[in-house]
């Protein structure tokens, strides 16, 4: 092989590894049904995933939203035109009774369900203010 062929074909090696993207589940689901099933590869730079949930209700006399699975009415994962790039976020609003949740992030697989627990810092805070109160 001669230099030209050697360089063009590190250049497109290189920027193949691109072109691939990231991965995001891709799929929609009707009431309390998880939809992890699927997954597709979107572009990066432009695209990114995306989660967008619908909870019909979920807001108590505070005016705090809870999001619990047994509200949910739908939910779509899939790849999207991020509004901000790279930044990881997510956005909500309500109408008719009806919360929608979305969210965007950039890494593989990032729209899949994560359950929240209460890591150790946390736990510990909670309990030294308490200690402090009583």
């Given at each position: 092989?001669?230099?030209?062929?050697?360089?063009?074909?590190?250049?497109?090696?290189i920027y193949s590894a691109y072109t691939a993207g990231i991965t995001c589940y891709e799929c929609s689901s009707g009431i309390?049904?998880?939809?992890?099933?699927?997954?597709?590869?979107?572009?990066?730079?432009?695209?990114?995933?995306?989660?967008?949930t619908i909870y019909s209700g979920g807001i108590d006399k505070f005016g705090n939203y809870m999001n619990q699975r047994d509200r949910t009415m739908a939910m779509y994962?899939?790849?999207?035109?991020?509004?901000?790039?790279?930044?990881?976020?997510?956005?909500?609003?309500?109408?008719?009774?009806?919360?929608?949740?979305?969210?965007?992030?950039f890494n593989d697989f990032c729209n899949g369900y994560t359950p929240s627990k209460p890591t150790f810092v946390v736990v510990l805070s909670v309990i030294f203010y308490l200690a402090y109160i009583i």
């Open positions: 092989m001669n230099y030209p062929q050697c360089v063009v074909i590190q250049i497109v090696s309390a049904q998880d939809c992890l099933l699927s997954s597709i590869s979107c572009t990066y730079g432009l695209f990114g995933c995306m989660k967008a994962r899939g790849c999207a035109v991020l509004p901000i790039a790279e930044a990881d976020r997510c956005q909500q609003f309500s109408i008719l009774g009806y919360r929608i949740v979305t969210c965007f992030c």
